[in-house]
């Protein structure tokens, strides 16, 4: 049993009793109609670590005596929800099955850390939970991670693995980043080339793009369209929205690799590229042309068919325009269309695909650089470059996701010591993202109401497997995911001895799990990487 002022993230309200509700072979659970899903998830997850049966409840009465009843109430928010441990059973009512199910994650943490593991360590062992009512809701309805799988490919039972670490933790959006120069990861029928020559490459920079280190082996996969129905469904179970990625126009070698004709030809022979193997920013763009716009729509539609979210995104940022300048038919589309230069062309580029997924019902989002040129007004953006350009997108009326770089990038290193692998950007400790404020303080109440919320991106190009993601998302994550579901006040008001109190508990919770996370004392010795060049950044990070 876990004392419930060791709850992460932590809860709105907490008031405590003086007893205990005990789980027995008697024990029942009842879930209504609405909850189903949610009760098959909690009843699955709870036997597998409890060994006990859980039957099932027939009525809401049937669970006194040590039961647990899940229900829907209409007073709630949509995501509210409110768990009372008193002496007949526990109870947890939710404005919509999301909420019951967030009430789900937190009855399993007061069960303990052992309710995290996939087989009982004993059968004799007492589960309680103790006397108390809790009532909580979210900060913000966006509280998202987004997994890079383009720069190394992760395997489908490792990103399902990533779905249960985000409902453990109430996070609730999942930014799925399927395509890039490195690699294309998903099955699109009609152009078999994407995944057949675009899902992989022929070696690997191992480090930054300084580090003169290769793995000289091929590195590949990508996932079928009913790996990817799969994925949707599993995170839809778990009330997580999966959104997509597909860059365009920038960040598209691998794509231009399967299908050369979508690159700028009249520039460079595109028929001897390849996907590319290092890391950075590929110059090789697409091509602003009918054909290629017509390609990417058929993209997009067996997207769409896979996706049921409301956003899709389209990456849009670090698009080099070199060889725009260079050539002649981007030129004459500049000139065609009267636009002032390639920042125009890039524009309009997003544009377009935003009235196309406009005028089938969802809404594209992309990183900030699509402000440039102007924005249709459904459009949202993902704010990277620090909180300028969310700030810049709240004020025009835009939705906005915050996720700046210098804080919630958990890629870059955890701390300064020598022993930290593979160095990369600022120093970004647990305490840092434990003290990050989503919502600038410049945003009047009618601006910061385009906030959605917040997410914690995961760049991959130093990862090379599920351990090194582990290593760079845990424990960092976890303060990430308070940030973006409780209300805390101000930065420096923060309790941040309190957040480390409760994370001596959440550890046991991660290593139940079996989550490879980064210790407090620093990294274990097979969490190094000795030798291996990162790219450490001078001095303190920009600050809002």
Known sequence: MTSPTELIPAPRSVVAGSGEVRLTARSQLYAGTATQGVGHWLRTVLREATGLPLREGRELDDIEGGGIGLQLVPELGPEEYRLVSDRTSVLIEGGSAAGVFWGAQTLRQLLGPDAYRRAPLSRDRTWAVPHLTIEDAPRFRWRGLMLDVARHFMPKDGVLRYLDLMAAHKLNVFHFHLTDDQGWRIEIKKYPRLAEVGSWR?????????????????????YTQDDIREIVAYAAA?????????????????????????????VIDTTSLSVWDTWGISPNVLAPTDNTLRFYEDVFEEVLDLFPSDFVHV??????????????AAQARIRELGLADEDGLQSWFIGHFDRWLTARGRRLIGWDEILEGGLAAGAAVSSWRGYQGGI????????VVMCPEQQVYLDHRQDAGADE?????????????????????ELTPDEAGHVLGTQANVWTEVMEDHARVDYQAFPRLAAFAEVAWSRLPAPAERDFADFERRMAVHYRRLDALGVGYRPPAGPLPWQR????????????PPNK
């Open 529 to 540: 990487r000795p030798g291996v060049l990162g790219r450490p950044i001078e001095g303190p």
């Open 421 to 441: 692998p593979v160095p990369i950007g600022h120093v970004r400790t647990l305490e840092d993202v434990f003290r990050f404020e989503p919502v600038p303080p």
């Open 202 to 222: 022929s070696r690997t920079k191992f480090g930054h793009r300084a580090s003169p280190l290769w793995e000289e082996k091929p590195h590949g996969g990508h």
């Open 238 to 266: 778990r009330h997580i929205t999966v959104v997509p990625e597909i860059d365009v126009p920038g960040h598209s070698q691998a794509a231009i690799a399967a299908y050369p004709e979508l690159g700028n030809t009249d």
């Open 315 to 328: 990456g849009g940022d670090e698009c080099l325009k070199d060889q725009w300048r260079q050539s002649p």
């Open 392 to 399: 810049a997108a709240a004020r025009a009326g835009h939705d």
